[in-house]
C-alpha cells in the first residue's frame, strides 16, 4: 500500500475534486464506482454532483481509511453510497453496470491490475466513463507516488485495452498527471 508523500493542504492546491469530476464528465443522476476509495478525498464531491438520485460506491484495502469516510458521510446524512473493504480484485457484481468509475492515483497500487481491470469491464456497459487520473511516469517529482511505481501512459492504456475498453482516450493532463478515458 502507499501514499501520498504530501499532505490534504499541498493537494488541496493542485486537485480540485468538484471541478475533477465534473470536467471528466459526473453528472447529475449517474452511480459512480471510486476503487480505492481511500478515506474519500473524492467522495463528497461525487456525492454532491450525483445528488440525491445517482450513487456512490467505494472500495478500499484499507480498514481505517473507509471507516473514515463512512464516518464522514454518516455525519452528512447522506444514503445513497455503499463502502466495502476488500481488494479490487475480488469486488464484481455480475448484475451491476457503473455509469463512471473513478481510478485516481490508484491502478498501479492494485496487486492485480488487468484482473481488477477485467472486473470493471464486466461492470461496464457501453455508456459506461472510465476514468485513470494519475502521476505521469516520465516526470520526477517530490510529491505523489514512488517513481519506480508508476505507471506510463502506455503501460496503463494497453491494460485497459486488453481488458475490453475499446475507445481510449489517453494524454498527458497537466505537469503532475495524465488522464485516461475509457469506453468499452
Ligand atoms: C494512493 S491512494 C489513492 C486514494 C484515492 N483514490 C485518492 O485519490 O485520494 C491508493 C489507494 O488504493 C488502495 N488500495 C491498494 N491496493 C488495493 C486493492 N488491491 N484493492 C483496493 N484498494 C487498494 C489503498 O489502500 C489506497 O487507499
Redo the contacts with the bound molecule.
Sequence with gaps: ????NYDLTERLKIQNPLQLLESFGLKPGMKIL?????DG??ALAALKIVGPRGFYYG????QV?VDNLRFKLEQRDYKNYSLDI????DFLLKDQKFDFILL???LH???KPKK?LKNLRLMSNSNTLLIDYDFRADIISNFG?PQNIRFSLDLASNIIKQAGFKHINAAIYDQNYYLIKAKV
Design positions: 500500500m502507499h501514499h501520498f471510486d476503487l480505492g476509495c481511500n478525498f473524492y472500495i478500499d484495502v484499507d481509511a476488500l481488494p479490487a480484485e485516481v492515483t490508484a497500487d492494485f496487486a481488477v507516488p
